[in-house]
C-alpha cells in the first residue's frame, strides 16, 4: 500500500508538472491539465490573434464581432462579447473561454466550472503582452509564435511611418471610434499608430485610451484631418460648430468602410495593415500624393 500511495503520489507531481498555469489580465491565476484543445473566443481581436497563432482549428466559437479570418465566420455565434449566450457556450463544452476584462459572462461562466482567460489589448505593449499570453495558453513557443507575429506587426507599422514624406506628418488628426462621441486618445493602441505615423492627436493622454468627449472640445481644436467610420459618419452631421472646423471646410475626412474600420479599430496582429489604411488617407487628405 505505501509503494501504491509513493506512486500515486508521483504521479501527482508529474501531472503538477506539467499543468499549464497562467495569470490573466483581471489577475486570476488559471491552471489547466493541459494546453486548451476547444477554445470560445468573445473578442475579436482575440479571435484574430489565436488565428494568426496559426491555431484557428482550435475555435468552437465565436462571438458575432469575429470576422475575420473568413474561416470563423462558419463557426456557432455565441452572441456579443460583453453579454453573451451563456447557454450557448456551455453546449460547446469548451476547455476555456478568453474574453475581454470588461465581460459581465466571467464569474456566470466560471460558476459552471468552465475556465475563463480575460485579456484586453489597448495598446502596443498591450497586444505583445496579449500574444505572449495566448502563445503561452497554446504552448505555441514563444520564437515561433507570438515574438515572430509581433515583429511583424512592428516592422509592418515602420514601414508605413516611412511611406508617409515629411509634409505629411505632423498634421492634427482627430479619430472618432463610436458615436458619443468616443475618441482615441493617445494612450490607445490607435493614438500609438498615429505617434508612430509622425502625426499629432488632438485628444490629450490625461483623457486616457478612448474618452466620451463633448464635440465642442474638437471644435476648439480644430483639427488638420478627421478620421471616421462609415458606421458613424453620418452621427457628425449633427454636432454643433462642426461646420467651422479646418478638416470639414477642407473636406479632409477619412470614412473608413465597414472593412477598413473592422482593421483599424482591433488591437491585434492587423495592425500593420491598419497603420498602412491610415497613412494612405493622411497621404492623400494632406495632399502629399
Known amino acids: 500500500m505505501k509503494r501504491l500511495s509513493l506512486f500515486l503520489a508521483l504521479l501527482g507531481l508529474v501531472a503538477t508538472a ?73 453546449a460547446l463544452r469548451p476547455d476555456v473561454v478568453i474574453m475581454a476584462t470588461s465581460s459581465r459572462a466571467g464569474l456566470r461562466l466560471e460558476s459552471l466550472g468552465i475556465k475563463v482567460v480575460a485579456l484586453e489589448p489597448k495598446s502596443h505593449a498591450d497586444v505583445r503582452r496579449v500574444l505572449g499570453k495566448l502563445g503561452q495558453l497554446l504552448e505555441i513557443p514563444a520564437a515561433h509564435g507570438a515574438d515572430r507575429l509581433w515583429r511583424v506587426i512592428d516592422s509592418g507599422v515602420s514601414a508605413a511611418a516611412q511611406s508617409l514624406p515629411a509634409r505629411a506628418k ?31 492627436n488632438i485628444i490629450p493622454a490625461a483623457l486616457g485610451p478612448f474618452p466620451r468627449i463633448n464635440p465642442e472640445f474638437v471644435v476648439r481644436a480644430n483639427p488638420d484631418l478627421i478620421m471616421v467610420g462609415n458606421r458613424n459618419v453620418q452621427a457628425m452631421a449633427s454636432y454643433p460648430g462642426w461646420s467651422s472646423i479646418k478638416a470639414v471646410r477642407e473636406q479632409r475626412i477619412c470614412v473608413y468602410s465597414a472593412d477598413e474600420s473592422d482593421v483599424v479599430v482591433r488591437p491585434g496582429p492587423r495592425m500593420a495593415e491598419a497603420a498602412r489604411i491610415m497613412a494612405q488617407c493622411i497621404a492623400r487628405k494632406a495632399g502629399a500624393e
Open 170 to 200: 505632423k498634421i492634427r488628426v482627430y479619430y472618432e471610434v463610436n458615436r458619443g462621441p468616443y475618441a482615441a486618445g493617445q494612450t490607445s493602441f490607435i493614438g500609438e499608430t498615429l505617434a508612430r505615423l509622425g502625426v499629432e
Open 18 to 90: 506539467h499543468a499549464l498555469q497562467l495569470t490573466d489580465d483581471r489577475g486570476v491565476s488559471v491552471t489547466f491539465a493541459q494546453s486548451p484543445q476547444r477554445i470560445v473566443s468573445l473578442l475579436p481581436s482575440l479571435t484574430e490573434s489565436v488565428c494568426a497563432l496559426d491555431q484557428c482549428q482550435r475555435l468552437v466559437g465565436v462571438d458575432r464581432y469575429s470576422n475575420y479570418p473568413a474561416s470563423v465566420r462558419r463557426l456557432p455565434v455565441v452572441g456579443g462579447g460583453l453579454d453573451p449566450n451563456i447557454e450557448a457556450i456551455v
